[in-house]
């Protein structure tokens, strides 16, 4: 017994020396030096691997901490990260440990240019001109400084001297190309970047920033194929990854939603949710795209992962209003202000007001969008189209002012202003902004257009008939000028043109003639139309036959238009007083419920289904029909037919006191309603016979 455990005892012993041993070897095997370290590092820095290195420099740090190549590449690392300040913390110490690494100084040099620290740039540019093999970089960084402060001369002389010193060194080919972009010197520019990419035909960054240069240039197809070039030779999955991200923005940009389309879904194939970035790109082209189904799927398993995300609300609302479902769509963009007061979301507010009717409404948030951000071009845009429609020249113009400077709307922004001018009767400074118009931009399309407008502010019919006439027969008067012969209907009776057969310039001019009161003659006009199914043939006939009291056959073309288009509201407005001049106020009711149900501050549909309630024997109609009116009223507060309605309900309610106000305000806002006539006289009369209202 003795004997086993003996022996018990030094297999134990045994075993513990050979896991000693084993544990012995592993640390060894694990232990690297310092250089193979930092070796390790740079190869992981290449392949995109920053946290990996990252760990492997702080294992150097702890065997040498005073060693100024592990804190150069520190830096490297945080400024691929995006975090300057870091870098330049990492890289000033590494300078501290080796303060004549010319390497070193070029980078430091570099982010303090990026950072705005010209001074400290400058100290190490002369430093690095001083120095034996690295003067050109002394010459670079001095003239990175002199660009950015605008001394182009002396900033070019730096380069070229630069060159002069080292005609192989690209880097001097890149900046100077970027100083010729400065001065518009764009052949100059383009010959620098194709030096820099024959002298350096294996760097990415060449050929990105030689797209780039092509993107401001507007050459799509030259652009997409150095962004592909880059891509195609870089190394680095990381900045691979964000070269293919750059260029989807690119195809984003120039509205190639195709192939934006197929780009982000072959990146979403590969890195699925862990990228949202690329997800909500991918959603943004699936929208564009109509693929509608995709695009939903895409951001309700993005807003699990990031609940309150603006980008993801705002897309669900861009995604609703292609639906056409206004209501959500303001639901998401009124999230996206509680997420982030911004100018996107305001703006896109503002449309869906526009969209539905209220333009005083949309008025009012590009105006608050415009105290967030003074400089939105696409806000000054539409509030001036909108101030232009309801003949407010004066205000039109202080925005299209700051509109003149924009490359985006300058075109855009004359013609408006032309307009406007003729509109406030200053045709001497009108003629004058028309000539401008003439030299800059001869291609005009809407030049005859404003032309002839401004010949019609001066009175000069004979002169505008005969332009007319002329643009007439050659097949080439626009067609906003259309609306301008509605002045002038013997035009369309006595000319015969092409354009007649084009149901663009037939609808157009049909429509000029209903808003100008003249029916027969839009009723001539319609039926010469090719096309007679169309929505908005339906939509004008229908509003013609309105006109004309033939009420049936309205109501067959608006139903046959809520079934092309199940979400216009509009339609089921005009259908619902198609019913209600036919005294059918179920039919008129219903049809007013579903244009609320589309958009629920239509006013139209409030005030009437509150006159059809009151004409229906149900339930808590008077009471509905009150909740309705008083809607209606506080959306607009000045229509005396509303308040005609709620003063009615009112006394029918036996609250007599208020019905007999609103009925009484009504009256003095249109005196010449004969309802509203009947409606005092009716209370007046009860009011004689009760004595006093309570």
Not at 134 to 152: D, E, S, T, V
Not at 452 to 464: H, T
Not at 583 to 611: C, F, G, T, V
Request: glycine share 4%.
């Amino acid at each position: 017994m003795k004997y086993i455990q003996q022996n018990n005892s030094k297999i134990k012993i045994l075993i513990l020396f050979i896991i000693l041993i084993l544990l012995f070897s592993f640390s060894c095997a694990k232990k690297l030096s310092i250089n193979q370290y930092i070796n390790l590092a740079k190869t992981q820095i290449n392949q995109g691997n920053y946290l990996k290195a990252y760990s492997n420099l702080i294992k150097a740090k702890s065997l040498n901490p005073h060693k100024a190549i592990i804190w150069y590449y520190l830096g490297i690392i945080q400024l691929r990260l995006g975090n300057i300040r870091g870098a330049i913390n990492n890289e000033e110490i590494a300078l501290q440990f080796d303060k004549n690494n010319p390497k070193i100084m070029i980078k430091l040099g570099y982010l303090y240019i990026i950072s705005g620290y010209y001074h400290k740039a400058y100290l190490l540019a002369k430093r690095l001109i001083n120095s034996n093999n690295y003067k050109i970089y002394g010459y670079l960084i001095l003239g990175n400084i002199q660009a950015l402060k605008g001394q182009i001369s002396k900033a070019k002389k730096l380069f070229i001297k630069a060159i002069n010193k080292n005609p192989n060194n690209y880097e001097a080919y890149l900046d100077l190309a970027n100083l010729y972009i400065l001065t518009a010197k764009y052949n100059l520019a383009e010959t620098c970047y194709q030096k820099a990419i024959k002298l350096n035909s294996d760097s990415p960054y060449v050929y990105l920033a030689t797209a780039y240069f092509y993107v401001f240039l507007k050459r799509v197809s030259k652009a997409e194929y150095y962004f592909k070039k880059a891509i195609s030779i870089s190394k680095d999955k990381n900045i691979k990854l964000k070269y293919e991200v750059t260029l989807g923005n690119f195809y984003l940009r120039f509205k190639k939603f195709k192939k934006a389309y197929t780009l982000f879904h072959e990146l979403f194939d590969k890195y699925k949710y862990s990228k949202p970035d690329i997800v909500l790109k991918l959603a943004f082209s699936a929208i564009n795209l109509k693929d509608f189904n995709l695009a939903q799927k895409l951001l309700n398993k993005l807003n699990n992962i990031i609940p309150n995300s603006y980008c993801v609300a705002y897309l669900q609302g861009l995604l609703n209003l292609y639906q056409g479902d206004y209501i959500d769509a303001r639901y998401q963009f009124n999230r996206c202000q509680n997420i982030v007061a911004d100018v996107n979301s305001l703006y896109m507010l503002s449309v869906l007001k526009l969209l539905t009717g209220y333009e005083k409404q949309s008025i009012a948030k590009l105006n608050q969008a415009l105290q967030l951000d003074p400089t939105s071009s696409n806000v000054e845009w539409l509030l001036s189209c909108l101030y232009t429609q309801n003949n407010q020249p004066i205000l039109a113009l202080t925005h299209l002012i700051h509109l003149i400077d924009c490359p985006k709307y300058a075109h855009l922004a004359h013609d408006l202003i032309a307009i406007n001018l003729i509109m406030s009767g200053q045709t001497i400074t009108a003629t004058k902004e028309l000539r401008l118009i003439r030299y800059a931009y001869p291609k005009d399309r809407l030049l005859p257009t404003l032309e002839l407008a401004l010949l019609l502010k001066k009175n000069k019919r004979d002169l505008l008939l005969k332009k007319i006439k002329k643009l007439w027969q050659k097949g080439t008067l626009p067609l906003p000028a259309v609306s301008i012969c509605r002045f002038y209907p013997e035009i369309f009776k006595g000319l015969k043109s092409p354009l007649m057969s084009k149901d663009s310039y037939i609808l157009y001019a049909t429509a000029a003639c209903l808003n100008a009161g003249d029916v027969k003659l839009a009723d001539q006009l319609i039926d010469k139309a090719l096309n007679q199914d169309s929505p908005s043939w339906l939509f004008l006939k229908a509003s013609i036959l309105i006109k004309e009291g033939k009420y049936q056959q309205s109501q067959i073309l608006l139903t046959e238009l809520i079934q092309k288009r199940p979400n216009y509201y509009i339609a089921y407005d005009l259908l619902g007083d198609t019913y209600l001049r036919d005294k059918k106020y179920k039919q008129a009711a219903q049809s007013y419920l579903q244009a609320l149900k589309y958009n629920p501050d239509d006013i139209n549909a409030l005030n009437n289904r509150a006159w059809c309630l009151l004409h229906l024997s149900r339930p808590n109609a008077l009471e509905d029909a009150r909740a309705l009116a008083e809607k209606a009223l506080d959306l607009s507060p000045k229509d005396p037919k509303i308040m005609d309605t709620l003063g009615w309900i009112y006394y029918k309610l036996n609250m007599y006191s208020a019905g007999l106000e609103l009925v009484k305000r009504a009256n003095r806002l249109d005196p010449n309603d004969i309802t509203i006539k009947k409606h005092l006289a009716v209370i007046l009369k009860d009011k004689k016979s009760l004595g006093t209202f309570n």
